[in-house]
């Protein structure tokens, strides 16, 4: 019992922090390690309705390889790790440790009695352009490689999948590649089994999008899919049907324009049919390209208008997503301005009109210009610090003018990190990636801070090197939110 106890108090002490979903912050499993699933899917096990996460697994520094992980959840946010669902092995034509496991998704297969896990199986060259299958007889693995497959003869990429809710019928969805006679998009119908592509439900026919995901609501289907601009963010776009065979609409952005899609790409998303109502959510990959391990994910919920036919991602900063009555409720913070803030050096207040009290504050940079929130109100325990910033540098070095964010002459930079310090404590300086914007835009990035009780703190926030330079992002605001219950 007391073992039984401690155990329990020591996966609160490590856990309590994730009662909340908080997109773009730095996730950790039950165990304390970063959440390592990318470009996943969330699959629901029917019998005990838990929440299955698996995605692509990625060791520092691996780019191919690293397999499939998989996590369980009853909340959607205390997540427990379970390893590796499918384990890469050694000089395996699919599955060696060098080759493209890509865009896992699992669903539960009546005919077989078993799970069959579905992902796009590749070569480093992506030549091979196949669709894996693996199967388990438990939801959480370990699976076993079946084979590689050309879907109908043709080639297969960005892997998604979809499981009619109302006739129980399983579709892949997935590109067919970046070759001039592909770049189209296939949703095809499985057989009974699940175990291989029956027919061509539709096809969008040179429209060379990628990671896509279909949401079905009670009257639509609703696809969504990114532009090709490798892991840099893009205008997601989504198009709406009656039916899975179309007729399809015209694509349209889900997100505002120039948020490229609030830094993220789709590749999931997920039906929570709640007690009191049904919740839609997005499951993006926000990508780290300098480390791909490290990248984080943006969940946020859809808002879905079946007369005017639109969907729209909502952003909330910090949201609780209660998984049994399926309600959504953003969590409220305190804001402090940059207009009421301190600047320091060549750091100053400037005119801005599409921020808040028509102010920003600009010139940070280094140890010696930098800004400083006053009179913080914080609790005496950790909690979420959204810092809402503008990163104007897209349109600067990019080879390819307003298109490709955070490039230095065709490279991947990650041009604004900034130093956050609380209370003048310069021995623990915490680092905020201040992904691009655009001019005019400004995004909210989260940091997990220790403020102390009371009214008294102070927030100051510099630039980091990002290996040229130390500038920051132009601030508008922070928001501080209450620390999570029971923390
Ligand atoms: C794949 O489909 C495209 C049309 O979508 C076609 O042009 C191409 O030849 C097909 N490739 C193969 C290998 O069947
Ligand atoms: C979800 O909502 C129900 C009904 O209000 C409540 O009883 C339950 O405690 C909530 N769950 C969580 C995890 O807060
Ligand atoms: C980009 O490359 C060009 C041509 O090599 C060079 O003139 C320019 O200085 C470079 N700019 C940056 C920011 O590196
Ligand atoms: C930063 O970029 C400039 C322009 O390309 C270059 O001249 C300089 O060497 C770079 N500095 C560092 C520290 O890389």
């Not at 669902?85 to 865009?103: F, G, K, M, T």
């Not at 959504?328 to 050096?345: L, Q």
């Amino acid at each position: 019992m007391l073992t039984l106890q401690l155990a329990l108090l020591s996966s609160l002490c490590t856990t309590a922090l994730a009662r909340w979903i908080v997109p773009g912050a730095r996730w950790t499993d039950t165990d304390g390690q970063i959440a390592n699933a990318h470009a996943g899917c969330v699959t629901i096990e029917e019998d005990t309705g838990l929440f299955w996460w698996f995605g692509e697994y990625k060791a520092e520094g691996q780019v191919e390889g690293g397999g499939i992980s998989v996590y369980s959840s009853e909340d959607l946010v205390t997540w427990q790790h379970h390893g590796l669902a499918l384990e890469p092995i050694e000089n395996h034509e699919y599955i060696s440790p060098e080759a493209v496991i890509q865009r896992p998704k699992v669903v539960y297969s009546e005919a077989t009695g078993k799970y069959h896990m579905w992902w796009h199986a590749d070569d480093s060259k992506y030549s091979l352009l196949l669709q894996g299958l693996a199967t388990s007889d438990t939801i959480g693995g370990p699976y076993e490689f079946v084979s590689a497959t050309a879907p109908l003869g043709n080639w297969s990429q960005d892997f998604g999948m979809l499981t009619d809710y109302k006739d129980g019928k399983t579709y892949a969805l997935y590109s067919n590649g970046d070759r001039v006679d592909a770049r189209d998009i296939y949703l095809t119908a499985f057989n009974d089994d699940i175990t291989e592509l029956d027919v061509v439900t539709h096809r969008w026919d040179k429209f060379d999008l990628e990671a896509p995901t279909i949401i079905q609501t009670k009257q639509s289907y609703f696809a969504l899919m990114s532009h090709k601009t490798g892991y840099r963010p893009n205008n997601v776009v989504a198009f709406r049907a009656d039916s899975l065979s179309g007729p399809w609409s015209q694509p349209f952005m889900v997100a505002p324009p120039n948020t490229r899609t609030f830094n993220s790409q789709s590749g999931f998303s997920l039906r929570i049919e709640g007690t009191e109502t049904t919740t839609y959510l997005y499951m993006g990959d926000q990508w780290d390209q300098r480390s791909l391990w490290e990248s984080r994910y943006i969940w946020l919920p859809m808002r879905i208008n079946e007369e005017k036919k639109t969907l729209e991602l909502e952003w909330h900063d910090v949201y609780d997503l209660n998984v049994t009555t399926g309600i959504v409720s953003p969590i409220e913070g305190t804001a402090y301005y940059g207009k009421d803030a301190t600047v320091s050096g060549d750091a100053f207040k400037q005119e801005a009109n599409f921020a808040d009290y028509g102010t920003i504050v600009t010139g940070i940079e280094g140890n010696d210009n930098t800004v400083t929130f006053a009179g913080v109100k914080g609790a005496g325990r950790p909690q979420w610090v959204s810092f809402y910033y503008q990163n104007t540098d897209d349109m600067g070095f990019g080879d390819q003018p307003g298109g490709t964010p955070d490039r230095i002459n065709g490279t991947w930079v990650l041009r604004r990190i900034s130093s956050v310090v609380v209370n003048g404590n310069e021995e623990e300086v915490h680092t905020l990636y201040e992904r691009d914007t655009h001019k005019g835009v400004i995004l909210s990035t989260p940091l997990l801070l220790s403020l102390n009780e009371g009214d008294a703190n102070t927030i100051t926030v510099g630039g980091l090197s990002n290996g040229n330079g130390t500038k920051g992002a132009d601030l508008e605001k922070i928001i501080v939110y209450p620390p999570e219950p029971g923390v």
